[in-house]
């Protein structure tokens, strides 16, 4: 498999060619052009993974070019090389929508780590593009994100019982997304008309349960003033979803398997029975086996709940899913909260690749909107960032505390890349390569004279 497919434009023949083969004998495709006007005609044709443009060219330049891409091919990066004199137009030009900017001479293994980011960037929003598009035409709802082969089986069972009326059980740990696999079954299936009802068996005190699982007649008990239907009736032609079902009462066991076998239910301080018309989908942290063990569930009840079951892997077992899942969570979140989209880092994406995540995806979604939001980088030391600082990882912390010297060394600069490369006692080249891994962007666009 290519390593990106390049296109790639200079107006200097000799450069563009050791580029060329640089970039082909280093696993990449090549399409290499002298004149931007045939690049654009190229461009029109196909769809590459990155372009790389000189700035300074006859004719069409480089910055005519990024415009020409960015209303074609919007979501294709372009990553510009420049002279030195040409750095301030190349900030213009990242302000404009350009990927980066590479300042010749370059050093040729910095340039491979430069197209890596944009075209692993790149193939990481087409496919959240592509797995969103999947499963919102076929359910109209959140997505079932991941490419795993875990998750590309989860979502064909779903799709396979979706459309069958049967119960079903969800087993996955905290946090892996038992509710968004119970609400793509309703969506995709014939129930989808009707009510979904999400019924959380842990938060609800036993003193009320019955009430509001079944209702009440008027006068059931003090304070009923007038008859109410519980949530299994008002989901008639729908689902209801019993989450965390291990946390269910014996008592109220026993009433919600005659459910399951009877398809009635009794209101509190009546003699009726009611029909009811529902899909039941149950959910639990484990296979219930320990909670059968000690008594605290009905094996009657788990084996009539377990005709069919779905098993959510945890998010440790499926770690080729962490870096899509993030992009995609702090996707969202950028829309949501108005920010721009902030670049992730391979760095970012190797070290959120070692972690535990206990919590499940609801964990590394809460870190992706942190992300979205700027809160992973330690400023000068408020109570929030104080508390959050308390939450990341010793590499976690040591990436924040070298963006708050790099930062402070730009800053006492006015921006001169290369003094404060100096000042911390590092490469020019090496500053960059930082700049560049860490998403500083606005660093860059401080600069006059870098």
């Not at 400023?379 to 708050?404: I, K, M, N």
Request: glycine share 8%; with cysteine; net charge negative.
């Amino acid at each position: 498999m290519s390593r990106g497919d390049v296109l790639l434009v200079d107006d200097d023949r000799d450069l563009l060619k050791a580029a060329t083969d640089w970039l082909e004998v280093s696993g990449f495709s090549v399409t290499a052009f002298h004149r931007p006007e045939e690049a654009y005609q190229q461009l029109l044709r196909t769809e590459p993974d990155v372009v790389v443009s000189d700035i300074r060219m006859p004719g069409i330049d480089g910055m005519t070019l990024l415009n020409s891409v960015i209303k074609v091919r919007s979501d294709v990066p372009v990553i510009l090389m420049t002279g030195h004199g040409d750095v301030t137009l190349a900030v213009k030009a990242m302000k404009q929508g350009a990927e980066d900017f590479i300042e010749k001479p370059y050093d040729a293994e910095y340039l491979l780590s430069v197209l890596d980011k944009a075209v692993e960037k790149r193939r990481m929003k087409r496919e959240i593009a592509r797995l969103q598009g999947l499963v919102q035409e076929e359910s109209g709802g959140p997505p079932i994100v991941g490419d795993s082969p875990a998750m590309c089986e989860l979502r064909s069972r779903v799709a396979m019982l979706a459309d069958v009326d049967i119960d079903v059980l969800i087993i996955g740990e905290t946090g892996s997304g038992k509710e968004l696999v119970a609400q793509a079954l309703h969506r995709q299936g014939r129930r989808r008309v009707g009510p979904f009802v999400a019924i959380n068996c842990a938060a609800l005190p036993e003193s009320i349960f019955e009430s509001e699982i079944f209702g009440h007649a008027k006068g059931a008990f003090t304070g009923a003033l007038s008859e109410r239907e519980g949530k299994f009736e008002h989901a008639a032609g729908g689902t209801v979803f019993l989450d965390e079902i291990e946390s269910m009462p014996l008592a109220l066991q026993a009433k919600i398997l005659r459910v399951l076998q009877e398809r009635v239910i009794e209101r509190l301080g009546e003699n009726r029975l009611r029909p009811v018309d529902v899909r039941i989908i149950a959910a639990a942290k484990s296979d219930l086996s320990g909670e059968i063990a000690a008594g605290r569930f009905r094996e009657d009840l788990f084996y009539r709940l377990a005709t069919v079951d779905i098993r959510i892997p945890p998010l440790r077992l499926r770690r080729d899913d962490i870096g899509l899942l993030f992009s995609h969570f702090a996707s969202l979140a950028a829309h949501r909260y108005g920010r721009a989209e902030r670049t992730v880092s391979a760095d970012l994406l190797a070290s959120l690749q070692q972690e535990e995540w206990r919590g499940n995806v609801r964990e590394l979604k809460a870190r992706a909107e942190r992300f979205a939001l700027g809160l992973d980088e330690q400023g000068t030391g408020t109570a929030a960032q104080t508390s959050l600082y308390g939450e990341l990882t010793l590499p976690d912390r040591l990436a924040a505390y070298e963006v708050q010297l790099i930062r402070a060394a730009i800053d006492e600069h006015d921006g001169n890349t290369a003094r404060a490369a100096a000042s911390l006692g590092i490469p020019h080249r090496t500053l960059n390569e930082k700049i560049a891994r860490y998403g500083l962007r606005g660093s860059r666009e401080k600069s006059s004279d870098l």
